[in-house]
């Protein structure tokens, strides 16, 4: 059984800091690229990062609009995905999901941006930033 399990999420206010986490359980982790992805009320699920793995080593590519702002990283040891989140801003309120996409290869940035892509989803971690 495969599971994605978001943690971190909670109500911040503008400019602060906060760390997402999801913890995978149920497949080979090392094998996957893990993204994150959000989505606000009434809106399409949008792309926030991505992290791949090939030969102990990953491959980063962000949506520009947290470029500079969220970091993404991973730690196999414990199949767990991290999003780093700095000088969060109202527009970032969101639910907030991780995914995990089987990797035979590294594909292009532009591959990870689409949901369809991916294989596994968690429920989601609520994060909201207050004005």
């Known amino acids: 059984q495969v599971e994605l399990v978001e943690s971190g999420g909670r109500l911040v206010q503008t400019g602060e800091s906060l760390t997402l986490s999801c913890e995978v359980t149920g497949l080979p982790f090392s094998n996957y690229a893990m993204a994150w992805f959000r989505q606000a009320p009434g809106t399409e699920r949008e792309f926030v990062g991505v992290i791949t793995w090939s030969g102990g080593a990953g491959t980063i590519y962000y949506a520009d609009s947290v470029k500079g702002r969220f970091t993404i990283s991973r730690d196999n040891a414990k199949s767990t995905v991290f999003l780093q989140m700095n000088n969060l801003k109202p527009e970032d309120t969101a639910l907030y999901h991780c995914?995990?996409?089987?990797?035979?290869?590294?594909?292009?940035?532009?591959?990870?941006?689409?949901?369809?892509?991916?294989?596994?989803w968690g429920q989601g971690t609520q994060v909201t930033v207050s004005s």
């Open positions: 995914a995990a996409e089987y990797e035979p290869k590294i594909y292009g940035e532009n591959y990870y941006r689409y949901s369809q892509v991916y294989d596994y």
